[in-house]
């Protein structure tokens, strides 16, 4: 089906250029003037008080003595306004389409910034098991922290966007989840946020850790990538790890994978090669001006980016199956009035819900009198005062949410 463009619209027939306004007048005055005793009086009105006039006649005729003549008079007149309005349309589209103006171009006037003729942009999506390396590589590759990183397995729970600056180019990072056998819903809501960064990028970078042998994981993630119609890069990554003869069995082992556009091996916590990925990244985007404003690095809500950073101090130290029951939501953030005689500015109070699904998990959070979330709120507080610019007071409270991974209610509040 075809849905004609705006220009198609505005070059078509439209439904009041045969609309005769002054015919419409005319018929209103010849009928007036042929009325018996009231043409004489109704030739000397103009033409708005001669519409008003013969309306009343006619009305009157057809509803006789009784009808209200004050309401009439009010329904007359919102008809003629109509009327009026219509007839101002229509003149000033007749003049906007000789004159070959065309005003429904809402981004006229905006300044668009400039850039070279062989500007690069676009989006690259980055995935691979869990806990392979792709929340460092994004960070690595933006240069500073936009995700959040831990050795536990299933940390990113959100496709965060990270971007990268260069002066031809701008590639969009988006650090997808762990793809994973999934055990819960929230495991199932996880791969398809993977599927549908897939479907929405315009490269692909498979991270396949130098550390571990290719498994069926990444065997299984490989077979997927085969139906996306995309240039994929595999990548080779936590290279700092390995000698560099386990480094070039593993490359041909990733070789002999799948078809790759290109293989690089990197190190993103030494920094080793993540100019060269940068490079290849943007030779597989196409042309296109920038997608977003030079000093932005994330798209991320503040809300977001503050859960996240506590969820990161909370995974430090804990228990194997804790990470995969811990949630984070920003309940509200509120402004403190500013004292008399104050300098700088008030504290934010930031409310949170720490989520888990036991008792006996909140225990864990908690410590031994409230030490274990003393710690939390110590480490992230840091973050979020560097994220806000602003001192905070940091109100945690944890709370028991029962199997809040197969709950779909509870899921929706989280975002998931």
């Given at each position: 089906m075809h849905f004609p463009s705006d220009d198609e619209l505005m070059a078509g027939p439209n439904a009041l250029d045969d609309f005769d306004f002054d015919a419409l007048e005319e018929d209103a005055q010849a009928r007036l003037s042929g009325e018996e005793g009231e043409g004489d009086d109704l030739a000397n009105l103009d033409a708005d008080e001669a519409l008003d006039?013969?309306?009343d006649e006619e009305l009157g005729e057809e509803l006789g003595e009784d009808f209200d003549e004050d309401a009439l008079a009010s329904q007359t007149e919102a008809d003629l306004a109509e009327l009026r309005a219509l007839r101002a349309e229509a003149a000033e589209y007749a003049e906007a389409k000789a004159s070959g103006h065309d005003d429904?171009?809402?981004g006229a006037g905006q300044v668009i910034p400039e850039f070279p003729e062989d500007f690069r942009a676009g989006f690259v999506s980055i995935v691979g098991r869990p806990n392979v390396g792709k929340s460092t590589l994004t960070n690595a590759l933006v240069g500073q922290k936009v995700a959040i990183t831990s050795g536990r397995p299933e940390t990113t729970r959100h496709n965060i966007r990270g971007i990268v600056h260069r002066p031809n180019a701008q590639v969009v990072l988006v650090d997808t989840p762990g793809y994973h056998r999934p055990r819960t819903l929230l495991g199932k809501r996880l791969n398809d946020m993977v599927?549908?960064?897939?479907?929405?990028?315009?490269?692909?970078?498979f991270c396949l850790p130098a550390d571990q042998k290719i498994g069926p994981g990444d065997r299984f993630i490989a077979r997927e990538l085969r139906d996306v119609r995309r240039p994929i890069i595999a990548v080779a990554t936590k290279c700092?790890?390995?000698?560099?003869?386990?480094l070039m069995r593993h490359l041909i082992d990733i070789d002999k994978l799948g078809e790759w556009a290109a293989i690089v091996p990197v190190s993103a916590v030494a920094g080793e090669r993540i100019d060269m990925l940068t490079d290849v990244l943007i030779d597989h985007l196409p042309p296109s001006p920038p997608l977003y404003p030079s000093d932005d690095v994330t798209d991320e809500s503040r809300d977001t980016l503050i859960a996240?950073?506590?969820?990161?101090a909370a995974l430090e130290g804990?228990?194997?199956?804790?990470?995969?029951?811990?949630?984070v939501q920003v309940e509200e953030i509120i402004e403190r009035e500013a004292r008399p005689g104050q300098k700088g500015k008030p504290l934010l109070d930031v409310h949170v819900n720490v989520y888990v699904e036991r008792d006996s998990q909140k225990a864990i959070i908690i410590g031994k009198r409230g030490s274990r979330l003393k710690e939390i709120g110590t480490k992230a507080r840091a973050e979020i005062e560097q994220l806000l610019g602003r001192r905070i007071f940091l109100d945690l409270h944890v709370r028991t949410a029962k199997d809040w991974q197969s709950d779909p209610k509870m899921l929706g509040r989280l975002g998931f």
């Open positions: 006039a013969a309306l429904t171009n809402a599927r549908e960064a897939l479907a929405e990028v315009d490269c692909v970078v700092d790890l390995v000698s560099r003869e386990r996240e950073f506590i969820r990161e804990v228990r194997d199956e804790l990470p995969h029951s811990l949630a």
